[in-house]
């Protein structure tokens, strides 16, 4: 009877240890919702969102301002785990916050080094690309399908300068231009895509200095304000379900307010101090905002129900917390190689010819090809303004090697809508560079027959900006060849439809001081398929003959 009681102990006490084994187990796993995977932490598919408080199982990033540096920062939705994203606790080496990806496969964010390029990372391959545009960038977002970036590119057009709303694929490819601010009340800021995907919602400023919020169509059509009073008005967000916009309005002091899309409803959410910078929780239910409301004009991280109910402080420190940016992921920072893909590279390359960056053009050209004016010369006869949108429409293997896209450039220019070129990419030294291009032979005529067979004639815009800096080039020693007409005739008059190894240059008559310009001015006759054209060029910057020239003007004889 002792021997059978014993063993009953034995089983009792080893069910025992199995049950206190499961619990602490359950435990754990309710606790830690993330799994180590290849060093990444990624998030369980187990994960409870009641585990802890609203919102304690997603991430809030934020901008913690540390003198002249920041941080970037992470806790969870509920203000538990706050820290540095990086784990030595360096500083954010940029201006911006970091954006996530709905999905938490990529985040994007302004490269510090280069105001040109949005640096996307992405946590599966652990790789980096770096998307050049050809101005200035900020204020980027992502789109709710995570396939697009929406953002802020500077302009000049027509020496202006004015912001422009472009959008460009998440792989650089497809870039193009929804709106400048030179047809617009004011400048654009802050454009976010809705969870649709068909509108855009965006901020203006005015020269008043007022700013209103508007929305308009994904393709730029149908803008109108979504609410623009004598206050000003910031900060808009979309809900997740698109239904609601979250914004700012500033008026003595500023406050949060909420209102549905159809501009019913419209609820003041904040009272207390200043609050700015909202954003909604992914599941719509709570909003992280900026309130210097507690501690004398020191921004802290706050987080509130969708009807400004449970406000609750999140951070308590004596540092401005600033663009705090609710997400259902965790990231982890890294700056991995660069993957040197063929077509990031093309998109560099296109990029770097319209904004005319030569040390950019030089770089991504095989050495073989740099002779070839088509590759090394920016798009003169198009200046950067005018390129609106680029889109690398196939891409096939070459013999060899080589790979082939071909690629559509669209402009304002309505004398030519768009203009289809074939670029040839090879490996050189283990990296893509672009080897060789071609232009599609197509006549193309508007309805006033201003052009014949590819030529276009006209008046030429110069960019006076762009025409000085090749004049401080050439004071410099660099490109000589800029003086003289008969040389720049035949390097520049391809990009209007003109052969340079087929046609027939002559230099007709060439003047220091001419009559019509009141600089110098010279003449160049062009035979080209049995037509004459007569191309007439200035001197821009100064007369003389250390002064450039430009083509002005091409006319058909």
Known sequence: MQKRTYWILIIVLILLIIAIAACLFWFINKENIF???????????????????????????????????????????????AGNVFEDD?????????????????YAYLCPDNKNKICVYNL?????????????IQDLSWSNDGKNIIFISKDNYNGKENNIIAI?????????????????LGQPAMPLISPNGEKILFQISKENGNQGIYIINIDGQEINPLIDSEKNETDARFSPDGNRVVYCVKNGTEQIYI?????????????LGNNHKPDFSPDGDRMVFVSDRDHGGVWEIYAMDIDGANQTR???NDINDLWPRWSSDKINIQVEDEINDPGIVLNSFIMAKISDTAEVILELVHPDSRSNMDLINPYRNLYSEDVVSYNLLAEQDMEGGKKEFEVVLKYR????????????????????VVSDVKYKEESIEDENNILSKNIIVGPIENDRTALENKQVAVDDGNEVWLLDPYEVAKRDSNHYGFDPNKDIYTLVSKVEIGDYSGTGEATIEVNHENDIYIIQLIQPTRPGDDGIWALNNIVKK
């Open 259 to 271: 209102m549905n899309i159809d501009r019913s409803n419209n609820q003041r959410l904040t009272q």
């Open 90 to 106: 360096a500083p954010w080496p940029n201006t911006g916050i970091v954006e996530i990806a709905s999905d938490g496969s990529r």
């Open 35 to 81: 799994n180590e995977e290849d060093g990444e932490l990624i998030i369980s598919n187990n994960a409870n969102e009641d585990v802890v408080g609203p919102g304690g199982n997603n991430y809030i990033y934020w901008l913690q301002e540390i003198g002249t540096e920041k941080n970037l920062m992470a806790m969870r939705g509920d203000g538990r785990e």
């Open 124 to 136: 599966n391959d652990k790789k980096l690309l770096k998307l050049e545009i050809k101005n200035e």
């Open 168 to 184: 460009i694929d998440a792989d650089g490819n497809n870039y193009r231009e929804i709106i400048s601010g030179n047809n617009l």
């Open 413 to 432: 220019n309505d004398k030519l809508a768009e203009q289809t070129l074939y670029y040839q990419l090879e490996l050189y030294n283990n990296n893509w």
């Open 314 to 316: 999140l951070t308590n």
